[in-house]
């Protein structure tokens, strides 16, 4: 089977954890790249987290270092969900990997630039190293296949009541992304809302018995806890965990599992408000012709399964 040749840009983080175990297992993907961004906590650890995590899983994949913060909004970090080291209270071993030597921008442009066929990119943090790559090198986008991002919500928001993290941590450069011209796949919070796993998952989960499968459960039960905390008394955040990150290399491993539209996608990057509020414009009040794939629904039993399948390969 041709394997898919993927970029994983991502902010670990514990739902980027999730996603990881995914993408370096899973059969179809070719893994060529890692980069790190800053969102879920700030540059330094995810890139140390990134290195743990990669060389804990035993893959030897060039992890390279992101940019520190945000085009130009400051960085604003997630430590009530991820905690102070972005693992939850998980502590990973030192890497045996050495990081890349090239910075990420650096590196993911001579890996799309040199690859005999497109790239796909995955991203689950915010997307400051991607827009400012489609920025200042548009020349990679003829070899560019899509970008698969977890990322913005057609309705409702986690961390403004409009807007989703990664889009609002760096909304600057969501926009370049979104209007670049390279496919989008978004997974936004209307499909990663049903991403869940029930309580009797996670303790499966644990009865898994590996290490791998204890540091997942501390992990997933530290997101847990950490979403029974939020201030917001609406339907969205009772206390189940959510694989958002997941979706992103879902979609690119089975897009059966997943329902969407085309839709024109736009930042909100003005409003002292709203800003990081994607406008999906599903009633097609601007006649723009659409720029993304939005995601609505997953079949989240066999999305639970992948994870499980993925769990089980380490
Ligand atoms: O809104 C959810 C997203 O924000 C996920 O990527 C999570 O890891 C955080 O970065
Ligand atoms: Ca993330």
Redo the contacts with the bound molecule.
Sequence with gaps: MAKIPVIID???????FM?LIVGLAHEKIDVRLITT?A??QEQDKTYENALRMVSYLGKDVEVARGLDRPIFKELETAPDF?GETGTGKVLFPDPVIEGSQRPAISAMYDVIMTSDEPITIVT???LTNVGMLLNAHPEVKFNIKKISI?GGAAMGGNVIPTAE??IYADPDAAELVFRSGVPVVMSGLDATREAYLLESEIEAIREIGTDLAEKVYKMLKFYQEAAEGSPFNVPYFEDVVRL??ACAIAYVIDPSLFRGNFYYVTVERASPLTAGTTFVDYLNTLDMQPNAYVLYDVNRDELVNLFFDALHQY
């Design positions: 991502t902010d670990p983080g514990i739902d980027d996603m961004a969102g879920n991820h689950s943090g915010p977890m993290f990664n958002h990150d």
